[in-house]
């Protein structure tokens, strides 16, 4: 069965400070996709990055940054110089090779605060 | 363009009615799911639409819930005799196909039984 496990269910820094966010997936198929997606207090989930389990190269957009590690089952997200609109409660998710007939497999979210 | 839309935003009923949820996913594209997410919890899966294939509804939560999709646009999520258990936010997305491409969501119905 698969499953996603974040650990921190919430995070509080200052503003500028870096911030990972962790996740940590299980799964027995070899072919899988990771998601995160970020839930600002207006509630709509929006799409980040979503990598398929051959590509473990990590990925940089902006401040936000991507690590994924096969060896280890994770693929944790970080934010560089956060700021205060980047508070919102994170997911991470997982799809495995079922062509989606299975959904996602959400982790229970972070939540992340950043002070000004 | 417009992105996934649902109505209505906010239900309240009372324990025992009937509801109806509605999705209208992005156009063009084929796959829709179904999601529930309890206060403070993650995102849990019920249903699954591609195309025209008839959905897999092992995931709905118990009989009470039944989903339809017309083609390849609005679907439905029905909840008969609802229970206090049945209060969450439910959210519908869409994506091109299926396959795990990325899925875009809608605001949710935030359902509350009373």
């Known amino acids: 069965a698969q499953k996603v496990t974040q650990a921190q269910t919430e995070i509080s820094v200052v503003e500028k400070e870096d911030v990972t966010l962790d996740c940590v997936y299980e799964?027995?198929?070899?072919?899988?996709?990771l998601f995160w997606y970020k839930q600002p207090p207006s509630g709509e989930l929006v799409f980040l990055i979503r990598?398929?389990?051959?590509?473990?190269q990590n990925e940089i957009s902006g401040r936000y940054s991507w690590n994924f590690q096969k060896s280890t089952s994770s693929f944790n997200f970080t934010i560089t110089a956060s700021q205060v609109v980047d508070s919102a409660v994170y997911f991470c998710?997982?799809?495995?090779?079922?062509?989606?007939?299975?959904?996602?497999?959400f982790g229970k979210g972070t939540h992340l605060i950043i002070q000004p | 363009g417009a992105g996934v839309s649902q109505s209505p935003s906010n239900k309240v009923t009372e324990k025992g009615k009937d509801v109806e949820l509605r999705c209208d996913p992005i156009?063009?594209?084929?796959?829709l799911y179904w999601y529930r997410q309890r206060l403070g919890q993650g995102l849990e899966f019920l249903i699954y639409?591609?195309?025209?294939?008839?959905?897999?509804k092992s995931g709905l939560p118990s009989d009470r819930f039944s989903a339809e999709r017309t083609g390849e646009s609005v679907s439905t999520l029905t909840i008969q005799r609802t229970q206090q258990e049945d209060s969450a936010v439910y959210l519908c997305?869409?994506?091109?196909?299926?396959?795990?491409?990325?899925?875009?969501f809608g605001p949710g119905t935030r359902l509350t039984v009373t």
């Open positions: 997305a869409s994506s091109w196909t299926g396959g795990y491409y990325e899925q875009y």
């Open positions: 799964t027995r198929d070899t072919t899988y996709y």
């Open positions: 990598r398929n389990s051959f590509d473990e």
């Open positions: 998710a997982l799809g495995d090779s079922g062509g989606g007939a299975d959904g996602l497999t």
């Open positions: 156009s063009g594209h084929t796959a």
């Open positions: 639409f591609q195309g025209n294939s008839a959905p897999d």
